[in-house]
């Protein structure tokens, strides 16, 4: 096992996962290509990897940069507060709300991504014939996923500082 990781980098159940990955998506890509439109489908597959990388990395990298430099500075701020603060972790530290707000907005918008053509009601005329369904019920179905992820997101973070408290009480 030795080998493995010094030649491969990790230990073979990683490799036994890339393995099953790149298995997988050889199954997928042989599907594709039995099919009339591959050549559309990978324009398609290209121009989403190009506008992720030039439009979408920096648009949310910049996004939780800010997000993660406006948790330190007030996580410098609270630390001056004293235990037992709202905010405040049993050992003086404020509990982390950042990843509270990066779940639901990545898994959102993961989902807006994938159906925005259903979600903005701009896919091609014949969805209805080919699906049997509307276009209608996206838009609606996107927003309530949306608030479901942030008030169960809101709703752990809120446990999180109640237990932290409850644990700064209990050392006081």
Do not use: K
Not at 124 to 146: K, R
């Amino acid at each position: 096992m030795g080998w493995l990781r010094r030649h491969y980098g990790a230990g073979p159940f990683h490799l036994a996962g890339v393995v099953c990955c790149l298995a997988v998506a050889g199954y997928g890509v042989t599907r594709v290509l039995g099919q009339s439109g591959w050549l559309a489908i990978f324009l398609w597959f290209v121009a989403c990897i190009v506008l992720h990388d030039l439009i979408g990395w920096p648009i949310y990298t910049a996004a939780d940069s800010f997000l993660t430099r406006y948790q330190h500075r007030r996580a410098l701020t609270m630390a001056a507060a004293p235990t037992g603060t709202a905010r405040s972790g049993p050992d003086g530290r404020t509990v982390p709300w950042v990843n509270h707000v990066r779940f639901p907005v990545v898994i959102s918008g993961l989902l807006l991504v994938m159906f925005f053509p259903l979600v903005l009601r701009v896919s091609n005329n014949t969805y209805e014939s080919l699906v049997g369904y509307n276009e209608d019920a996206y838009l609606a179905n996107w927003l309530v996923v949306t608030a479901l992820l942030c008030a169960v997101s809101a709703a752990l973070y809120a446990a999180r500082l109640a237990l932290a408290r409850h644990r700064a009480d209990d050392q006081s």
